[in-house]
């Protein structure tokens, strides 16, 4: 249908681009995770539109231009939205919906009216997102949710399923057919997207979430049948605790179930000064080494990080030593890495290139980032002959595993949209520092982002082969404002991640 619609409309659409002309914006105010960004908007016929691209920056996800100058795909999670511009009609999923007002393209963003299509996101993503026409507020509010986790376990003699709250709810726990465990909350708001990510195929054939009149509902079938169980209201905090007694219960371990990545808290980073030893990166023409300047920007942010006592801080070297990408994701998969920050310099052999890049793991839309890949790649390349060429039984690298290569692929994609949303965050900070242009956000198969199993970067910190960029890399003042930058980046990644 999305198909015939767009073909539909197309002439229109083109001929209404080429034609409007662009109109006045002004800033308005999005509150998320207690302080307050921006984004561009403007007014037409009485209606507020809002700069979609930079609040994508804001909540996270991924904006792709599909069809120049026609179609933008907007993925977060698992959903996807197709927008057409020119139209007031967009693809969510399966299903076509009508914001009334068409979709607006200009300066090169994407522009949505607020008062119509506020309420289609809203129904999407786990916070609760709200228009204020009087105040022209965009408020997103993690803290609107009163049912807001499940866990399920298993213990000594049975199971043990808990729902976590903000404060005392009224509840009640039936059981019906077909082993359904219902529990429904009286006035209960449900962070729906985070419960139904919970859905553990090992114990339950299926998890659902329903809003009743007065109340919501979670519901789960499980897959043997409950037959003694009892529940309780606890504290401490406040929860609901649902015991089957089952001491014979065997969970179906040929079920997948995800054990690798970053829990709940982002208090764990990894930070990975590229190069070291005998792989010195990138050399300035003054003789200055990629992996010197690397090494000593991670170490200064990761005292900087170290002082505040927020995180953990592991470092994949804190010397000059020669260490291999297999070891670098290695350290941070047994660290259980909240975040994974892979420091380099870039190099170009035109020595007028000049400005910094954030790379998260995702294949190369162009050959800029192609080309930065490749570099940063060969020392991978070289790892791989020096293995192939010893002995059989010592070639034990996960290339050599088509399954282990498709779980890899998992992963990059499991990770891809907070990847992309911590490397947004960072081009927002890193634009501060005035001594180095900014080359924005870009995407590339890196190797060394590709076993880390959770949200990574690479930051190209600036051209060593440019003269200028080579001596203020190696200055105390730019170092110290490209670590501040990267540790506020940390610090609102946190604030945003942790309030789901």
Not at 177 to 206: A, C, F, H, P, Q
Not at 326 to 349: E, G, K, T, V
Request: aromatic share 10%; net charge negative.
């Amino acid at each position: 249908m999305i198909s015939k619609l767009i073909k539909y409309l197309s002439l229109s659409v083109t001929l209404a681009l080429t034609v409007s002309s662009p109109a006045q914006t002004e800033k308005i105010n999005i509150a998320i995770a207690g302080g307050d960004e921006e984004v561009q908007s403007f007014d037409k016929a009485g209606i507020t539109y809002f700069s979609f691209s930079e609040f994508t920056e804001i909540i996270g996800g991924m904006l792709d231009w599909e069809t120049v100058g026609q179609i933008v795909c907007y993925k977060i999670d698992t959903t996807r939205f197709d927008f057409l511009l020119g139209s007031a009609y967009f693809k969510l999923g399966d299903s076509i919906f009508n914001m009334v007002y068409a979709a607006e393209f200009q300066d090169g963003q994407l522009y949505l009216p607020a008062e119509t299509f506020i309420q289609f996101l809203d129904g999407v993503i786990s916070e609760k997102i709200t228009w204020d026409k009087e105040k022209k507020l965009i408020r997103v509010d993690s803290e609107y949710f009163n049912v807001t986790d499940l866990t399920i376990s298993r213990k000594a003699n049975g199971l043990l399923i808990e729902i976590f709250l903000t404060s005392s709810l009224a509840y009640d726990v039936f059981i019906t057919e077909g082993n359904w465990v219902n529990i429904s909350i009286r006035d209960g708001k449900i962070n729906r997207t985070r419960i139904l990510s919970r859905l553990d195929r090992r114990l339950m054939y299926d998890l659902k979430v329903h809003q009743l009149v007065e109340s919501e509902q979670v519901s789960f079938r499980m897959r043997r049948k409950v037959n003694n169980w009892h529940h309780k209201l606890v504290y401490g905090p406040p929860r609901i605790q649902i015991s089957i007694e089952d001491g014979d219960f065997d969970i179906d371990e040929t079920m997948p179930v995800a054990s690798i990545g970053p829990d709940s808290r982002i208090d764990v980073i990894v930070i990975d000064p590229g190069h070291g030893g005998e792989d010195y990166g990138a050399i300035g023409p003054r003789g200055t080494r990629e992996k010197d300047v690397a090494l000593d920007i991670a170490k200064e942010l990761a005292k900087l990080i170290r002082k505040d006592k927020q995180f953990k801080v592991i470092m994949t070297r804190d010397r000059d030593k020669t260490i291999t990408l297999q070891d670098r994701a290695r350290i941070a998969n047994d660290a259980a890495a909240d975040l994974f920050i892979s420091i380099h310099a870039n190099a170009n052999l035109k020595d007028h290139i000049r400005g910094w890049n954030v790379f998260f793991l995702a294949p190369a839309k162009n050959d800029s980032a192609r080309a930065v890949a490749q570099f940063e790649n060969s020392a991978f390349l070289r790892e791989q002959a020096q293995v192939r060429s010893a002995p059989d039984e010592v070639y034990t690298d996960n290339y050599r595993d088509p399954v282990l290569n498709i779980l890899n692929e998992m992963i990059m994609t499991e990770f891809q949209e907070e990847s992309h949303d911590f490397a947004f965050m960072l081009d927002r900070e890193l634009r501060t520092i005035s001594e180095v242009p900014s080359r924005g956000v870009d995407q590339a198969g890196f190797y060394v982002l590709n076993s880390v199993y959770t949200p990574s970067v690479l930051i190209e910190t600036g051209f060593i082969t440019n003269p200028l960029e080579e001596r203020i890399l190696t200055s105390k003042s730019f170092r110290k404002q490209m670590v501040e930058s990267i540790y506020d980046a940390i610090k609102r990644f946190k604030a945003k991640y942790e309030s789901r």
